[in-house]
């Protein structure tokens, strides 16, 4: 049964655009051909086909859908901040086909229930694919275990502590260790919370002037150090989310180089923003981890460059006005951010922080491969997750540009190079920027 | 909008007085002088003027403090003003009502200025940028952040005692830096008015990383730190770091930072001794030192009434201009 | 451009007018009073002249202005001087000009925020008109009238002159 708007599995055509496909190293002007929600033929439509409809693709680059490894859209739990509806709306209109849900909703993605919930939600809403992390311990609480193998079952592609603390390393080894037993890839918050000690800002100059408590580089670097060494120990295959200083992106590296199984990914606003935008105590700058030094940033970027970070991702976290309408510390952290993934990513192709190409492996085959799925690829026989998108066309971030029920970024009111024409999920068009 | 634009209108006088950061020297120096004025008045025998009478201000704490709340208030009604002193015990807050709606509660009443104290950095900032465009805001300390007219009240203090040229005093502040919103604000105002060197004293668990930044030179050895200073300001300790692993003892503390007429030797001969308050005697400091003849601690409660009946008169003036 | 070079005439004619209106009061042991700060020089001279005893009072009547909200704050205000008690004295209010008269209707508050005087006199060295309050002078030295963009003013202490100025 499909809902009364749901958009058809038609034949389409796309035309005349540059197709980057990295997963299959594919960089070429060229049609594309999609036909019962499938790839069927690029550059060459197959035997007999004709087009129920044609996407005009001319100046636009046609890519695997994006993949999004964190978004949180608020649903079940915190419906005032967003809902699935709306945030997988708002993916389709960023050219956004997969959403990695984290399990801190209300309740928590620790039963196959909650799994379901969300799953069927997303299909009813029929704009993008929702895949969810499980719960690393019951309840999030980092005390006991959670049955892992159910989650699994239940469809998770991984599990993860989210923000919350593990109460101590050993309980933090046997759950990795539980996890390797069902193969499932854990995904890891490097935060150190005694370190952290309820600071909002990055213990640095700018947070000495202000007086505001502070999360030293230290709370990143030690959770990375004696995560790897229980990665080593356990034999876990591991993601690092979001690392935000330089020193942390370097122990990554040294240990890739060694043969550890770890990925890792750095948010957008990371590769933006510094300690120096909450020089004026702007809510919308508040993000936990939060912003760290110019260096960092610039060391985050050639981070990327080099391979040591596989993903970008927007680590989208909508809220109400209310959560940020106050004073710095008592401020929710979060940057909505599905909205600006595109254009801000493709800004670092323009910074030549990396080619084209280069920059949507990191935003297509690189997070699928870290979430073990078989999207971000167009090869002829692939579910046909695309987007269409214009590189070239200028647009202005603001709360009425913006789709996501969110709309605190601190990127409102910049000028946005990039946008999503067309995007299409399994085949069918969710999303014409024309509409 | 930054802080100097938020604190400054656009004819260059106080709005707010949220920081001194974004403030200059002439202004620092324009709010001593007025000061001096109303130091006159408070010596008087009528110690009130009619200057802001009709006017309402709030003291809107949402941190206890008899002795600041105290203060702000005679400074208002000295000026003539009516006062209306408003504390948000956590139950309150707890209650549910978010601070932006006791703020638009609160100015439904037609309030001209706002005394804010709140425990979160930033917040004096917040309230400003959510004021009604004739209301101004006086920061009475917000967390760790900044207490400017603590500041400038020391500041008035030390050109009383030492003259206007702070080009040749060495000042050394002591005590929990990191946790401290005086010390802040204070380094701030030594450094807006050009003073020869600021010194910072104290363990490095009370020193806030990158502190040199801040324009100090840091000591961790109080004799080192005091040598042939002019003026020494001494932070209160307050008990919680005990708790908190920054300091093992109130004696250690003592033995190391107090101050005694021993370690005064150190310093300059005509070295002055300040201290916010209240003092806890035998951990900052003994009895000797905070009763004795270079001790100015009285004098700068005196001079906080004149200094924020200042700030008060400076924020307020040019209203009919502004709307 | 009129200087008036004789001051000292001018000061001599109004001490003559105080000690007639003294006289017809039966007013005993006056105090004197100046607003700063042409006023607390022409002040002193009376008070020498009349051979008052004790200091002459000083009045800084910034903290007393009604436009206070419109051209805001003076940094530079001298604290008043009132160095004996107003209460049931008779005071010689003193200004060096008088003018629209809201600068004594702050002067006479603030000496009411000081006690109660039993009557209060006001001498003027010039009174140039243009009165906006229902305030008269008891004791004029001269009265001018100035062309619209004059202002008159008192420079001294030493030498005391009188200017007047048009604004270009």
Redesign the interface.
């Known amino acids: 049964m499909s809902p009364a708007n749901r958009s058809k599995q038609l034949r389409f055509h796309i035309r005349g655009g540059r197709i980057i496909d990295p997963a299959n190293d594919i960089d070429t002007s060229a049609d594309l051909y999609v036909a019962k929600g499938r790839i069927v033929g690029l550059d060459q439509a197959p035997d007999g086909f004709t087009a129920d409809a044609t996407l005009d693709a001319s100046g636009c680059i046609v890519c695997p859908g994006l993949v999004e490894l964190s978004a949180r859209m608020r649903e079940p739990g915190q419906e005032q901040k967003a809902t699935i509806a709306s945030e997988t709306r708002a993916a389709a209109s960023g050219g956004i086909t997969t959403l990695c849900c984290p399990p801190d909703t209300n309740p928590i993605i620790d039963t196959p229930a909650v799994v379901e919930l969300i799953r069927l939600r997303a299909t009813e809403c029929g704009k993008a694919r929702v895949v969810t992390l499980g719960a690393l311990t019951r309840a999030l609480a980092g005390e006991q275990l959670s049955e892992m193998a159910a989650l699994r079952k239940a469809g998770c592609v991984g599990v993860s502590n989210a923000l919350r603390p593990v109460a101590n390393t050993l309980i933090l080894r046997r759950a990795l260790e539980y996890a390797v037993t069902f193969d499932l890839t854990v995904f890891l918050h490097a935060n150190d919370h005694w370190l952290a000690n309820d600071g909002c800002a990055h213990e640095g100059r700018v947070a000495t002037r202000l007086g505001l408590p502070g999360i030293p580089e230290a709370a990143e670097t030690a959770a990375v150090a004696h995560s790897l060494a229980l990665i080593g120990q356990t034999g876990v295959r591991a993601h690092f989310c979001r690392l935000t200083s330089g020193r942390a992106a370097r122990m990554i590296a040294r240990a890739r180089f060694d043969g550890l199984p770890v990925t890792a990914d750095v948010a957008i606003p990371y590769l933006y923003l510094t300690e120096n935008d909450v020089s004026e105590f702007d809510s919308q700058c508040h993000v936990l981890p939060p912003l760290r030094t110019v260096e960092d940033r610039q060391q985050l970027r050639d981070a990327l460059q080099s391979g040591t970070f596989q993903a970008i991702c927007s680590d989208h976290q909508p809220h109400e006005p209310d959560a940020k309408m106050g004073p710095f510390p008592a401020t929710e952290p979060g940057i909505s951010g599905l909205d600006s993934l595109l254009p801000l990513a493709l800004r670092l192709a323009e910074d030549d922080v990396l080619t084209l190409p280069e920059l949507i492996r990191r935003l297509t085959c690189g997070p699928a491969r870290i979430l073990g799925l078989p999207a971000g690829t167009l090869a002829v026989g692939a579910v046909a997750d695309i987007c269409i998108f214009n590189p070239e066309l200028t647009w202005l971030l603001n709360a009425r540009s913006m789709r996501s029920q969110g709309h605190n970024t601190p990127f409102a009111g910049w000028e946005m190079k990039g946008r999503a024409i067309h995007t299409l999920l399994g085949g069918r068009l969710v999303y014409s920027l024309a509409d | 909008m930054n802080t100097r634009d938020l604190q400054i209108d656009s004819e260059g006088r106080l709005r707010h007085f949220l920081t001194l950061s974004g403030l200059n020297r002439q202004l620092l120096t324009e709010i001593l002088d007025t000061a001096e004025s109303f130091a006159g008045v408070t010596e008087q025998t009528v110690k009130k003027v009619p200057l802001l009478r009709g006017k309402t201000i709030v003291n809107l704490f949402f941190e206890a403090s008899t002795r600041t709340r105290t203060t702000f208030e005679l400074a208002a009604k000295r000026l003539s003003a009516d006062v209306l002193n408003i504390n948000i015990t956590q139950s309150s807050a707890v209650k549910g009502e978010t601070l932006l709606d006791t703020l638009r509660n609160i100015e439904a009443m037609h309030v001209d200025m706002f005394v804010v104290r709140h425990a979160d950095s930033g917040a004096a900032h917040f309230i400003a940028r959510n004021v009604a465009p004739h209301t101004s805001v006086i920061n009475a300390g917000d967390g760790r952040h900044s207490h400017p007219t603590q500041a400038m009240l020391d500041m008035f203090t030390i050109r009383r005692v030492k003259g206007p040229d702070f080009g040749r005093l060495r000042v050394a502040i002591v005590g929990d830096i990191l946790h401290s919103r005086v010390a802040r604000s204070q380094i701030h105002a030594l450094n807006l008015l050009n003073t020869g060197e600021v010194r910072i004293v104290a363990p490095r668990t009370l020193i806030p990383v990158h502190a040199e930044s801040l324009g100090v030179r840091v000591f961790h050895d109080l004799r080192a730190g005091i040598q042939d200073v002019d003026v020494i300001m001494m932070l209160r300790l307050q008990h919680e770091r005990m708790k908190g692993a920054l300091l093992p003892s109130e004696h250690e503390y003592y033995e190391l930072f107090g101050l005694t007429e021993k370690k005064l030797e150190h310093s300059s001969p005509d070295v002055t001794v300040m201290h916010p308050g209240p003092i806890n005697r035998g951990v900052e400091m003994d009895s000797e030192v905070a009763d004795g003849p270079r001790s100015v601690i009285l004098e700068q409660v005196t001079h906080g009434i004149a200094v924020r009946m200042a700030v008060m008169s400076m924020a307020m003036q040019r209203r009919e201009a502004r709307t | 451009m009129t200087d008036f070079d004789d001051i000292p005439a001018i000061l001599d004619e109004m001490t003559e007018q105080l000690r007639v209106q003294i006289r017809q009061t039966g007013r005993t042991d006056l105090a004197i009073v100046g607003i700063h700060s042409g006023g607390v020089w022409i002040a002193t001279q009376l008070q020498q002249r009349l051979g008052l005893t004790g200091a002459a009072g000083s009045l ?1 009547i ?3 202005r009604d436009d ?6 003076n ?6 001087q ?1 160095p004996y008690s107003i209460d049931d004295r008779h005071i010689i209010l003193v200004d060096d000009v008088l003018h629209t008269g809201r600068t004594i209707r702050a002067a006479l ?2 000496l009411f ?2 006690g109660r005087p039993a009557s209060i006199l006001l001498a003027v060295l010039i009174d140039r008109g243009g009165r906006e309050l229902p305030i008269a002078a008891d004791v004029v030295g001269r009265r001018v009238t100035l062309q619209p963009g004059e202002h008159i003013k008192l420079t001294g202490p030493d030498p005391l002159k009188l200017v007047i100025r048009r604004n270009p």
């Open positions: 800084d910034s903290f007393y206070f909200t419109r051209i805001g704050m940094p530079v205000v001298k604290p008043s009132m508050n603030e925020d000081y």
